[in-house]
């Protein structure tokens, strides 16, 4: 299990809080210890070296945040953007199924069809909200609608263009809902989350080899600078998987469907 799905069962306000809490009180914990019991003569007269090499380390991490933001962010947008186009041709072969000519097939299909939309909405994105495979009901209820599309038999030249359009939609209503499953597991491995907390670290040191004269000054900065990286941290966290926690992507396409026959 991932760092930051742990994390997302945390409500995101609180989340907010704790985050930048406990990296505000590491930076001013970290500063206030270092300045208390580490007697260094040199980093006075070092102190604009150190600055220097400060300014290059804090440019070259915020780099690295702004990268792993995009990152999660553009795989947050994919989700949802797949998740739409999966919705828009879920709805085309809804009204495919609706005005199909032929009155019998089509109450057939579209009884397989609704039990599909339920067992998406009930079992499949609870299952990837908890990281899980997918649930076999809802590979079933998949199958089944193919199968019973299949047994569709057109009669004439126009139900037989029909039924290829019904195809072609359900085709593109797979393609489109594998792109989704396969969101639903991208996250940020531990390999990356390694690197970022090891240079909100070395970031912290630098702030505490500075030598400013007011030690309180000190502490402030070292905290302030905790409160900004646990802010970034906490942006990570709640787009890191796009159909888990509160932001999540939900399957708001699949319930407007089923509110079209109440």
């Not at 699949?254 to 079209?260: C, Q, S």
Request: aromatic share 12%; proline share 5%; glycine share 6%.
């Amino acid at each position: 299990m991932q760092l930051s799905y742990t994390l997302l069962g945390v409500p995101p306000l609180l989340l907010l809080v704790l985050m930048i809490v406990f990296f505000a009180a590491t930076g001013a914990g970290s500063t206030y210890l270092f300045r208390k019991y580490v007697r260094m003569r040199i980093l006075q007269s070092h102190n604009e070296v150190t600055g220097n090499v400060f300014s290059c380390a804090g440019g070259l991490y915020s780099l690295l945040l702004a990268f792993v933001v995009f990152l999660v962010w553009d795989g947050f947008n994919d989700a949802g953007q797949h998740a739409n186009m999966e919705f828009s041709v879920a709805k085309g072969l809804y009204r495919d199924i609706q005005y199909y000519p032929d009155t019998l097939d089509a109450r057939k299909v579209k009884k397989v069809y609704r039990h599909f939309i339920e067992t998406v909405i009930q079992d499949e994105y609870p299952a990837m909200a908890r990281l899980e495979p997918m649930p076999a009901s809802s590979r079933k209820a998949f199958d089944d609608l193919f199968q019973v599309i299949e047994q569709m038999n057109p009669q004439t030249p126009a139900l037989n263009t029909r039924s290829a359009e019904i195809f072609r939609h359900l085709n593109e209503l797979a393609t489109n809902r594998s792109l989704r499953q396969l969101d639903a597991g991208s996250g940020i491995p531990i390999e990356m989350w390694i690197p970022l907390l090891l240079g909100g670290l070395i970031v912290m040191i630098f702030t505490m080899m500075l030598d400013i004269e007011n030690i309180r000054l000190h502490v402030l900065l070292g905290a302030l600078l905790g409160s900004f990286i646990g802010i970034v941290m906490y942006l990570i966290v709640i787009l890191d998987y796009p159909f888990s926690g509160y932001m999540s992507v939900q399957p708001t396409g699949y319930v407007e469907m089923l509110h079209w026959e109440k």
